[in-house]
């Protein structure tokens, strides 16, 4: 615990030396919802629209910002005042905002705790560095402003316990995430079908008995979380908050997910057919806007709706429910919930993101149980890092941001390297806190051929090195070659365009790699 204290300790201090950074429009969106919950009834939190920052999250989250604007309303009364703190952007604000993010990631020490004390040391210490050091978490929470990190932990909490066979409080702590954040819903799937076939096993009564008590502790969770807005007859408003389909495919034109290529083809095939001499209607709407409006115009492809997007996921994660079904394994459970993030990242509708952390970080848990799944995480968090540069675009955080990455990346090299060396790579079958000692792994099956490969030791491959190289060379021309080039009026969108597709591509090798092994294993 001591040792442990000190990793949190570290991250901490930089949080805390971040906290006069950039202000995103996240602050206000959450001021004023530190307001709605304080100064209406319950009645009205999801029906007020007083600001265009309406509350959107589920019921626990706004739970969360009333307890949140008790103490908001002890630091300065303006900061929860509906009316008069519109746009309010004083020192108190963003400290209050900014101190509450640091103190909640409590959440996130916890989950880690629970996950790593079964490890042995050397694998404990790479799980604090790769979670609780994520540079991700500190661009998005503590520069850009979310709640992330909080969020994160009730899941890894929810994960060490379905690891270590506690099923029922497993799945009572995903039904409590769900109240907080709808979004995480794309793993429900992998845990209904998980716990179904490992928790409500045995003789047909012992399976209903369980399956009841399963269902009575996730059904206490969404009564408490909504039972109070059916009982006001808001539960409708409450849902069309929560799913307001109407803002687009898309959340960011460079969210680097499966729609951009998508997109760009719709517009290149609009491009080239004009050419031929087509009348091709080029859609006025946007498809990155961040609030309600006209969604997802397309001049030649297909209109996808949100049922499109829904059905993609689900046929994306059969594969992994298949094998949850027919096997299912406490071992497998952190690196199927992983995958199904990523089917949501790259399917998904109006995806943000920022969504690259709700796979991110569960295959931080997965990086350290063999050398191929340190050298997929080491690939892919860089580039999940990246992606997410253009959330600070002003110049005071480019070497904030710089420096984060570079950090990460040298220390994802010095500790898999470490772990997985040749003179320190364990052989197929030793030990550790998931495997057996008989050559064989756990229920008996052969080792897959990415667990064969461990022995070889961590080498960033020559292909990976480009890859990653490629970054740099879409940077260097983004910040310096293209103002100079081209000037600033010139195709400025271009930067953007190039980081989403490249990016893009290291997302979809990603999902690939890991239905690859789902598949495998």
């Keep these: 615990m001591e040792e442990f204290a000190w990793f949190a300790g570290i991250a901490t201090c930089v949080k805390l030396l971040l906290i006069p950074s950039y202000r ?41 910002e009333k ?17 008069k703190g519109l746009n309010y952007e004083s020192d108190s604000v963003i400290y209050f905002q900014r101190i509450s993010v640091i103190a909640s990631d409590l959440c996130l020490f916890y989950g880690v ?51 270590e066979g506690k ?58 979380a909504f039972g109070p807005f059916l009982y006001t007859g808001q539960i409708q408003q409450v849902l069309h908050r929560m799913f307001p389909f109407g803002r687009g495919l898309c959340h960011a034109y460079w969210a680097p997910n499966f729609w951009v290529f998508y997109i760009i083809l719709d517009k290149g095939l609009a491009f080239l057919l004009a050419k031929l001499g087509f009348n091709i209607q080029t859609p006025a709407a946007s498809f990155t806007g961040g609030l309600v409006g006209d969604s997802s115009p397309f001049a030649v492809l ?12 689900l046929l994306a994660l059969s594969p992994c429910l298949c094998k949850a079904w027919r096997d299912p394994q406490p071992r497998m459970i ?3 919930v992983a995958y199904a993030y990523t089917c949501g990242f790259l399917f998904g509708w109006h995806v943000h993101e920022k969504a690259s952390l709700h796979f991110t970080i569960p295959l931080a848990v997965v990086a350290i149980q063999s050398v191929e799944d340190a050298k997929h995480y080491f690939l892919l968090s860089i ?30 090299l010095s500790v898999f390297t470490s772990q997985f060396g040749k003179s320190s790579s ?80 290291g997302m979809v090798y990603s999902w690939l790699w890991q239905l690859k092994w789902i598949i495998e294993c």
């Design 167 to 224: 099923d029922l409080v497993g799945g009572f702590f995903f039904a409590v995430l769900l109240c907080f954040k709808h979004l995480f819903a794309v793993a429900a799937p992998v845990y209904f079908v998980y716990l179904l076939r490992h928790y409500c096993k045995g003789g047909f009564a012992k399976s209903i008995r369980r399956f009841v008590m399963m269902g009575i502790a996730v059904g206490m969770v969404f009564a408490i």
């Design 334 to 336: 952190t690196r199927w």
């Design 302 to 313: 297909p209109r996808v709706t949100p049922l499109a997007t829904m059905l993609l996921v």
């Design 24 to 64: 995103s429009t996240d602050f206000e969106v959450h001021r004023n919802w530190l307001a709605v919950t304080s100064s209406l009834p319950l009645s009205n939190w999801y029906s007020d629209e007083t600001s265009p920052w309406t509350l959107d999250y589920p019921p626990l989250f706004a739970y969360f």
């Design 383 to 412: 580039v999940s890092c990246y992606s997410l540069f253009p959330l600070l675009f002003e110049a005071k955080e480019y070497p904030i941001k710089v420096l984060l990455l570079l950090l990460h990346s040298l220390l994802l």
């Design 67 to 83: 307890l949140l604007s008790i103490f908001a309303h002890l630091v300065d009364p303006k900061i929860v005042d509906l009316q």
């Design 426 to 505: 364990k052989a197929v079958g030793e030990p550790s806190h998931r495997g057996r000692s008989d050559g064989k792994t756990s229920k008996g099956r052969k080792p897959s051929s990415h667990e064969m490969n461990s022995g070889a030791g961590f080498v960033v491959g020559w292909v990976s090195m480009i890859y990653l190289l490629g970054l740099l060379a879409i940077e260097v021309w983004g910040q310096f070659l293209q103002p100079y080039l081209l000037g600033s009026e010139r195709l400025p969108f271009l930067p953007l365009m190039l980081m989403s597709t490249y990016c893009g591509i």
């Design 113 to 163: 705790y629970r996950l790593s004390k079964t490890l042995d040391i050397k694998k404990r210490r790479i799980l604090w560095i790769l979670i609780i050091w994520s540079p991700s978490l500190i661009i998005v929470d503590h520069i850009h402003f979310q709640y992330n990190g909080f969020l994160l932990g009730i899941l890894l909490i929810s994960l060490s316990f379905l690891e």
